[in-house]
């Protein structure tokens, strides 16, 4: 059993020193593994950024960010006895992270002059305000 992890096209596989059988999966120190792990991953890649996040490969929504999401991993692994287990996982540095929160802030950034400019235009046509209203709460459920 191994997980893999993918950074700017290159792998490497890591495999823990002593790794925990099936009934040794609830006594096992997994947050001395974990950051072992992430110490590992920085390395091999020298990474300057000591922040990173770790994404399931299949799916991207599904982050490994704590001992738990390991251990329940791992908990998977086990459970397959076909051979060897891979679980392949892609990093991400913060940095990364801050670029797509930085467009996320842009765009909350136009719909919030989209309603400033609607509500300069209610203080020049007062009966606006129903029209008004109504675009504020369609942009509020986009939002």
């Not at 059993?1 to 700017?8: A, G, I, Q, S, T």
């Not at 076909?82 to 996982?89: D, K």
């Not at 842009?106 to 989209?114: A, D, L, M, P, V």
């Amino acid at each position: 059993m191994c997980l893999v992890f993918e950074y700017n096209n290159n792998r490497v596989s890591w495999i823990p020193l002593n790794p925990p059988m099936s009934a040794d999966i609830s006594t096992y120190n997994w947050n001395k593994e974990f950051v072992e792990m992430k110490q590992f991953v920085i390395k091999q890649f020298d990474l300057n950024d000591k922040y990173v996040l770790f994404r399931n490969a299949k799916d991207k929504g599904n982050t490994i960010d704590s001992e738990r999401e390991l251990k329940s991993i791992w908990e998977s692994m086990l459970l397959n006895r076909n051979g060897l287990t891979v679980f392949q996982l892609v990093v991400e540095t913060m940095a990364k992270q801050m670029e797509s929160e930085n467009e996320l802030d842009n765009i909350i950034k136009y719909f919030e002059n989209s309603v400033q400019k609607i509500s300069q235009v209610q203080v020049y046509f007062p009966d606006f305000s129903s029209s008004y209203n109504e675009a504020c709460q369609k942009l509020k459920k986009r939002v």
